[in-house]
């Protein structure tokens, strides 16, 4: 098992047209917000956690956007990278509940900026960094969160309710085989739930539980292929990406679908 000290993730933060950058006087660096995986946590938990404390913002997470590595004195270290957005307090607080998390520690940061990309660019001390923002897609106007009930153990529904915590859907849309699931979550979070029959569209954060065959995945783009949470952004224009999640602790981690 790779050593935590080479495992982290971390959040490429947006809020309308702006990135969030932060500076660590530790370090005299300016970078995007993120830190170790602690044991036992899941890669999206992380992200949250570190993008919460390192920025002193509320967020929920869109997907998975890409993975940085570089050497340490402890061996290579890969950082594994989400994109997200800015939230309101009142909704944080139902993300936070979800996760089993009061409040966020305090943070290493000076200072934190929200630029436009080309002075994000610019400002962030890493190439590896630089390269993750001038990829960054633009904010969706909406996304879809989908699993598979069948695929999540029972005792693996705490760490899978958690991790879907940090996408922290408006909306929870169910099958009648994940209705149990669906409650769970629902408590959990405070988040509404519906039947999927009511589903009239892409609309907003919206979580879809259901199996394979009670969802038309195709048209959101998304092709299942191990258990995890996957992620469909839509853009203004109607195309999509897609994304993996994993719900599972620490090492498995993340791998970009398209």
Known sequence: MASLRTKAAGVVLQEG????VVHRGLYRDWSLPKGQ???GESVAHCALREAEEESGCSLRLLGFLGSTFYKTRFG???????????????????????L??????????????????????????????????????PLPSSVLFWANPDLVPPSSMLSFSRTLSCFAPERIFFSPSALSLASF??????????????????????????????????????????PGI???????????????APFSPFPSVPKRLY
């Open 17 to 20: 047209g702006c990135i969030a």
């Open 37 to 39: 995986i602690e044991e």
């Open 76 to 98: 290579e270290k890969s950082v594994f990278y989400f994109f997200g957005e800015k939230i309101p307090r009142p909704l944080a607080s139902k993300v936070q509940k979800g």
């Open 100 to 137: 089993g998390t009061k409040r966020w520690k305090d943070s290493e940061t000076e200072e934190i900026r929200f630029v436009g990309k080309g002075e994000a660019i610019k400002l962030l001390s890493y190439s590896a960094d630089r390269n993750l923002v001038s990829l960054l897609p």
């Open 185 to 226: 979550y629902s408590k959990l979070c405070s988040a509404p739930i519906s039947p999927l029959k009511r589903f009239k569209g892409p609309e907003g954060r919206f979580l879809v539980l259901s199996r394979e065959g009670e969802f038309d995945l195709k048209k959101f783009a998304v092709t299942p292929g191990a």
């Open 230 to 244: 996957y992620c469909s952004q839509i853009g203004k224009d109607g195309a999509f990406s897609v994304s993996m």
